[in-house]
Every structure is written in C-alpha cells, then in structure tokens.
C-alpha cells in the first residue's frame, strides 16, 4: 500500500517535546478483534454455508477474489462497523482484516475494493437469496444445544427509512415516512439466549407477506432436528389475525399473540374491567401512589373470521385515572392469567435486538437501488449479527457476557494491535496498556473449542 503523503499533524508540545501525527505506520491495525470474528465464523461454519448458496457466475478466468473471501471481507466489515463499502478502498490492506479472510497481512494479496464488493451485492438472484437465508437459518438451528426441548420465536417488524429511489419503497402511513418493513424472526432459547434467525427485506405496505414462509421454514429446521420440539410464537398485535392463528395451528405449535381490542372484546371483558375500576376506586390513594392498578382475567371469543373460539387473556389497566384494557390470544395453558401476560411482555426484549441490528450493525443500510441487492445486504448484516451473537456467548463469565453489538465492537474489536509477518510466523503485537485482555483470553479459548 502506497505512504500517505499528508502533511503532519501537529499537537501541543509536552514535556517540551514536539507532537507529530502521521499516517505512515505500515502495518498497524485497529481492528485485531475482527480475528475473533474469523474464529466464531470457523466454529459454526457460516460464510462457506452462505457462499455454497450462490451461484457465482464469473468467469473464472478473470476472478480475483473467490465468493467465500469477499463475503468474509463484507460480514466482517459490518461487525467492526464499516458497514459502507466506499471503506474497503483503503480497509482492504488492512492487516488484521487480511489475516480473518484467510491472506498474509505483507505478503499476501489485497482484498476486494468497493466496486467488486457492489459487484456482488448485485449479482444474487432470488434463488440464490432464498437460498442464502436458508442455509443462515440452518446454521443458527444447527448451533442449538442438543439438549434443547422447548424454544420462543418473536416475529416483528423494522421501519427501514429510505431516502432516495429504492424500488418497492412505498410511503406508510402508521410510520409517515418511505420506507421498507424488513420481517425479522428471532428464536430464544432455553437458556434465554436469542438468536436472530432471518431477516425478509419487504415493501412499505407489505401486510402479512412472509410471515407464512419464514414461520414454515424454520418450524421445519426446528422439527428435523428436533423431534419433541415445543415451539410458541409470540407476536404483537400487528400478526394477531386469522391468518396466523390458522398457521400456528397448521404447523403444530402454540401461540401467544396481541389482539387489537374492538366492541365485542370489551364487553366480554366487562366484568375484569369493572373489578379493575372498583380496586382503584376504593384504594385511590394506594394507587395513586403505586402508580399502576391491574387487574387480569381471560374469556373465551370468536371472530367472525375465526373458526373456532380461544382464549383470550385479558389486563384491565388504570394509570393516571385512565383505563387501558389490552388482549392477548393464546393457546397455552391460562390458568395463572397474569403469568401468561408476563410471558407475552417479555417480548419487548425483541426491540432491544431490532434496536441493536438496525443501529449498531447498520442493518438499515438499505440504500442500493435494485430491491434484491438491498435483500443481500440485509443477509450480510444479519450473518454479522450472527458472528456478535457468538462472540457474546464465548464472553460468559466475563463482564461482556450480555454486553449488545455495539459495546462488544468497541471492547473487544478495536484493540490495537502491530502486525509483523516473518518467514515463519506472523506476530500479532497487541496493545500493553489494553484493558480487557482477560476477556480476550476467555473469548479466544472458547472460539477455539
């Protein structure tokens, strides 16, 4: 790589000493933990899955860079936070990142530069995508414990802004922006660890599109590896509809769901509203200063478009004076009600991962115009998320072991580090005065196993 030629920076002197900056290091990387990156990739096998799943059609006698080595370059990118390929004109001599894809920091060949990388956000057609998000669902299903009996998927949805002229943007109104509405599918465990499982790039006005495809797949991934498997859905109420309760029903599993609440539901409801009122009423000052008086019970509804009656659990809520009942269908066990409730609450932990995909893995980062390159991307931003999600399990017993992408990035990725490739060997030398070192042993043992 050519020696910058900018003028020197200059700082304030100290201890009576000049302060000169200048970009000629050489082979000086801030980025060593993409390495750790590589690692976790190697022990689930991901970008070869993924790359196995395109059909390359280049001719081969003109190809620099083989697909298992530019998605590697792209995903890893993502992960330490360049997610715009204008950055890998000058990121693709860097040592660290060389070493992830598998070249040798000096001697080894540059990687791919911003337009070969747009090369190939272009060149997938919707069989190889389709086949891309199969093949990152079933290595996330495939890294479950063997043990597992029971798991929670949470499907929602992500308000993606655009900003230019994407084709399928379309204006929405509940959002009032143009946007598209990325279907995200994430699995919890039962350790309570979450996995994201898929991302469906849609319109801005997609309805229920994708939710019966992405739901059947990854049941199917579920129940060829797990026989016995439980499996609940938990959704807002955006998904509580018709549709999907006949899925759920359809495939075998249960369901937790909202219901937007309408005349019928509230008169049902009625008597659970009315002993809600009357513990306010009579206990107003406790209340007033508890802040939130509730009260649960469920009934059994039907809507005209169902066919047949469930359950439906209801909270009867008074804040500030005001009541706010909510409804949650369901097929599970409602004996206790409020537990029931709880269970489905817990599902606004999923906005916290949405939050860190969206934000801290850039994965809005829709701004191509063809509709199935922005689609490839979003694969690309979730295998990253994929690779964060196994650096944050190898950090249990560590401060970071529930730290989100965006912490995990800044403590553990960008470490300093001066690169040193001999005949034999290459040396990593990384900062001495790095604070998380003991985090980084614990994280490199358990990438190693």
Not at 22 to 41: E, M, P
Not at 176 to 195: A, I, K, M, V
Not at 269 to 290: N, P, V
Request: glycine residues 8%; proline residues 3%; hydrophobic residues 40%.
């Amino acid at each position: 790589m050519a020696v910058s030629t900018l003028l020197d920076l200059e700082f304030p002197a100290v201890s009576g000493k000049q302060v000169t900056a200048r970009f000629d290091g050489g082979d000086i990387t801030s980025d060593c933990g993409v390495l750790l990156l590589a690692a976790a990739d190697r022990q689930l096998g991901l970008i070869d899955v993924i790359a196995a799943s395109i059909t390359d059609r280049r001719q081969s006698s003109k190809v620099a860079h083989d697909l298992p080595t530019l998605l590697r370059e792209r995903v890893f990118a993502i992960a330490a936070g360049y997610e715009d390929a204008n950055d890998l004109d000058t990121l693709r001599y860097d040592p660290a990142l060389k070493l992830a894809c598998g070249q040798a920091p000096r001697s080894g060949a540059s990687l791919g530069s911003q337009p070969t990388i747009s090369r190939l956000e272009n060149c997938a057609s919707r069989k190889d995508l389709m086949r891309m998000g199969k093949a990152l669902a079933s290595q996330v299903v495939a890294s479950l414990p063997a043990t597992t009996k029971c798991v929670t998927l949470d499907v929602d949805a992500m308000e993606d802004p655009c900003h230019g002229q994407q084709e399928f943007e379309f204006f929405n109104a509940f959002y009032d922006s143009h946007c598209y509405l990325p279907l995200l599918l994430f699995l919890t465990d039962e350790d309570g660890r979450q996995h994201l499982l898929g991302v469906l790039l849609r319109g801005g006005k997609p309805g229920n599109k994708g939710v019966r495809f992405m739901l059947s797949y990854a049941v199917q991934l579920l129940r060829d590896r797990f026989a016995d498997l439980k499996i609940v859905l938990r959704a807002d109420a955006g998904f509580g509809h018709d549709a999907n309760l006949r899925l759920c029903d359809k495939l075998g599993i249960n369901y937790v769901m909202g219901l937007s609440g309408n005349r019928r539901l509230h008169m049902l409801s009625t008597d659970i509203q009315m002993q809600a009122c009357c513990k306010y009423t009579f206990g107003k000052a406790h209340w007033l200063e508890r802040g939130i008086c509730r009260e649960f019970g469920r009934i059994e509804y039907k809507a005209g478009s169902w066919d047949k009656k469930r359950t439906v659990i209801v909270k009867a809520e008074i804040t500030r004076g005001q009541l706010n009942p909510r409804f949650v269908v369901s097929d599970l066990p409602a004996d206790d009600p409020e537990e029931l409730y709880k269970f489905y609450c817990a599902r606004g932990d999923r906005e916290n991962r949405i939050k860190e995909f969206k934000l801290d893995l850039a994965g809005g980062r829709t701004s191509c115009h063809r509709f199935l390159a922005n689609q490839f991307r979003v694969i690309l931003h979730a295998a990253a998320n994929v690779l964060m999600g196994q650096i944050q399990q190898a950090a249990q017993n560590t401060r970071w072991e529930k730290a989100q992408a965006g912490t995990l990035r800044l403590r553990i990725l960008k470490v300093g580090a001066r690169v040193v490739e001999s005949v034999r060997r290459i040396w990593l030398h990384l900062s001495s005065s790095y604070p998380d070192r003991e985090a980084w042993y614990t994280i490199h043992n358990a990438l190693r196993t």
